[in-house]
């Protein structure tokens, strides 16, 4: 690899999560030696058993984490977007992949395998901030868990919602505008709901005056009920 691939590989790198303002030395190790990959939307990054041998970062686009059931129904556990980590466990211990992972869109990657993980994590400063990414992603599955065993759809929908509010929403026509998954399957897939039932509970929010939407963009005109359905209406 050239040198200004590297340098620019280190640039992307330097805004992940895991190599923010780490030492230079490691972001160099890193960027000396991911592979990129690009992903067509659909795509497999990695399937459930899969030996737990790298670890990806998400350059541009979107990997959704997904478990399916008895049935062939699937569940959207966790999105990963541009910055965010994919399958950072395998930094922790060898095994086999917990769940599947595919790109939603055109979706460019770094994978950095196994056999250049101990110059990371033999670095105290690194072992910190895997550990803090850990922390946060437990905290995200308990209240995924939260929401998907112990909420009605109606509540599951406004959590998620609430979510992408706090994360990215902005305020725009007299409320504020969301961006949407690229399919209501997907969006279904996120709040464990059948496609149907999704959209009769869109369409109850849209006939009341709640929300609004354009083909990719949901606009919430009153964000304080909506955080109320999130916080209160459980059951």
């Not at 030395?25 to 737990?52: S, W």
């Not at 399958?87 to 395998?113: K, Q, Y």
Request: with cysteine.
């Amino acid at each position: 690899m050239g040198a200004d691939a590297c340098e620019d590989r280190g640039a992307i790198l330097q805004q992940s999560v895991l190599f923010r303002d780490m030492p230079h030395a490691l972001v160099r190790h890193a960027a000396t030696h991911v592979v990129e990959r690009r992903l067509n939307d659909g795509e497999a990054l990695f399937l459930k058993h899969d030996p737990d041998d790298f670890v990806a970062f998400v350059v541009s686009g979107r990997v959704y984490s997904v478990m399916y059931g008895p049935d062939g129904r699937e569940l959207i556990i966790n999105s990963t977007e541009p910055g965010d980590v994919v399958g950072e466990t395998a930094l922790v211990e060898s095994g086999v992949r917990e769940s599947a992972a595919f790109a939603c869109g055109h979706t460019r990657i770094f994978i950095l395998g196994r056999r250049h993980f101990p110059e990371l994590t033999k670095e105290p400063l690194f072992v910190q901030r895997l550990l803090m990414l850990l922390r946060l992603k437990l905290r995200e599955a308990a209240a995924f868990v939260e929401s998907v065993c112990l909420y009605r759809l109606e509540s599951r929908l406004a959590r998620y919602l609430v979510s992408v509010v706090d994360r990215c929403g902005r305020a725009e026509y007299g409320g504020v505008v969301v961006p949407l998954p690229p399919s209501q399957s997907s969006l279904a897939a996120m709040v464990n709901a059948s496609r149907p039932k999704l959209n009769a509970q869109l369409q109850t929010w849209r006939r009341n005056g709640l929300v609004t939407w354009t083909q990719d963009k949901l606009l919430i005109v009153d964000v304080d009920q909506l955080r109320y359905m999130a916080n209160v209406a459980g059951g």
